[in-house]
């Protein structure tokens, strides 16, 4: 009986640890019931209404408009160039904490392409009235649409409601993401607004799982995975806003439990808290669990019908929302659609560890506007490839005429070899909260020590003996084992390193994290990092022995020909990853690291 009962246990446990899925569609998944609030702090008689700086374009028009989920009033501004209306529209949503001030820079160089900017402050945030309801679907994607239609409405003459186009970085990323699931609607005066095109800016797209990463990246919600703990505190108190004339909690009450639940338990799925913050961040806050979304893209393919165009930037060193962010959706929509019109841009921008060197800044906001003319303006060729600019140091310039930029057809052909390295000794991981090596490591709290800050240098990783296996290999190794031929070092790093290993443990709940840094004679650089968490679903059941495959997040970067590569693989990477509250002792042996390589681009 006991053997029958240890079987079925370890059988429990099996299913419960997928690899990396094969399948790059979201799994099925039902939602429970949204979670939001309003109709609170509605700004109740403010003046209502844009007043205008002239009587004809250009101008510019400023004030409050009532979005129709509740009345709130939101404080928004329209900018209307000079020359031949009606104009595009184009949409500039700011990111979290932010206003409509935020990167106004952005809209003269619109304004001088001939597209009026919509701008405006998320409730909450800025001016505007409301609690902040972290870019619900049911709140703040219904204020997007409802400022859209009450602008092409008042500004007929100017505004074109037939070329629109929703961009915005971070918290306003996530929502043009959102905003591709109603890209046509009607507004009060009957005008037609057709959303042309999505420019998602270093975006979320499973919020969930950029928040709470468990190494799967098309499943985020059956292993709960482990929060970014430095990330979400410091968004979390740096959204709170704190204004005068606005003297109430800009956060509603579920925010608060929210947070608390997650600094107080360990993550899990459980009902009432775990399953609503599951629920409402994955359900109604993230496009990659929108069944709706991805039959609309399945019906478009069947029938021939356009499909709505895409071009997403994400940053190589955005630790916040890192490549897998857009690749997930890259993959399912030419999955769905071989044709699809997703276009990409990776590179040294988005959050913290980014450089944002402000050449490649340029370089890839001219990129967005050149995209913005083929499809608003039918003017240019499109082109829906894949852009990726080499991460290089800080002090290095980026090369403004391109020449630091891949263009490769789609995200398989940033690679064009791989090399796979055994590597040797086996190790023991126990499991020691106290370790601080991960602290160095941390790309918020360390701002001044980000990636490629060689004055910064982090001390021996293995802080408290025991809790980080090292393992190193000559960057000429990894060039003479690439297949299926040599590349000659230097050579770039073009993609997601991936670490495998058997590991054997007694937990049934372990936090398995991987750090790969380039050592240089000049100093030490994070390439790229990863995780992967292991959960039984029980206390009770043990994890036993497991094959574990840790897909890092991904590079474009230049090794030297003397370089070496060190493999950092620890149960701890805080505070940039919560540690968990299991003790556990891990054994891991078999270790293996494949490195996709091409040729460096000079």
Known sequence: ????FALISLLAALSSFPLLADDPLPPQHTFGPDTTRTGLFTGTGTALGLTCNASAA????????????????????????GGTAPFPLVVNLHGYGGSKQSDS?????????????????????GKSWGQVNLADLNVELRDLRSLIAQVVDAYAAQVDPGAVAVLGASYGGGQSWLAALQPQFGTPA????????????????????????NGDATNSIDVPGSYKLSYLEGLFLGGLRRDR????????????????????????????????IVDGIAGYRSIWWQDKFFQTVKDNAKSGAAQLPVFELQGFTDDLFPLPEALRMYRALRKIDPAYPIAEYFGDIGHPRAANKSGEVDYALDRVFDWLDVHLKNSGTASYDVLAAVTRPRDVAFDKSGGDVLRVPSVDDLKTAQATEHLAGDAVLTFNPANAG?????????AGCEQLETACRAPAPDVVPGDVATYVVAAAQVAADAKPSPVAAPFLVAGQPVVSFHAQTAAWRVQLDV???????????????GTRTLDSGSPALPLGAREVEIETYGNLIEIGEGDTLRLEITNVDSPYLAPSRVPSVTSISQVSLTVPVRPPLQ
């Open 105 to 125: 820079s952005w809209d003269d160089k619109l304004l001088l392409r001939g597209y009026a900017v919509l701008r405006y402050s998320a409730r909450g945030f």
């Open 190 to 213: 009957r005008n037609q607004v057709h959303i042309r095109t999505i420019v998602p800016i270093v975006p979320w797209t499973d919020l969930l799982g950029a928040l709470r990463p």
């Open 245 to 276: 004339d606005r003297p109430y909690p800009n956060y509603p009450d579920y925010l608060f439990i929210w947070n608390a639940y997650i600094l107080g338990t360990e993550p899990n799925n459980l009902p009432p808290v775990g399953a609503q």
């Open 58 to 81: 250009p101008m510019e028009c400023s004030g409050f408009l009532a979005s129709d989920v509740d009345g709130t009033a939101l404080d928004v501004t329209l900018k209307i160039p």
């Open 438 to 446: 991960g602290v160095f490591s941390d790309p918020f709290l360390f």
């Open 515 to 529: 750090r790969l840094y380039q050592v240089a004679p000049s100093g030490e650089t994070l390439i790229t990092r």
């Open 1 to 4: 009986m006991r053997r029958c």
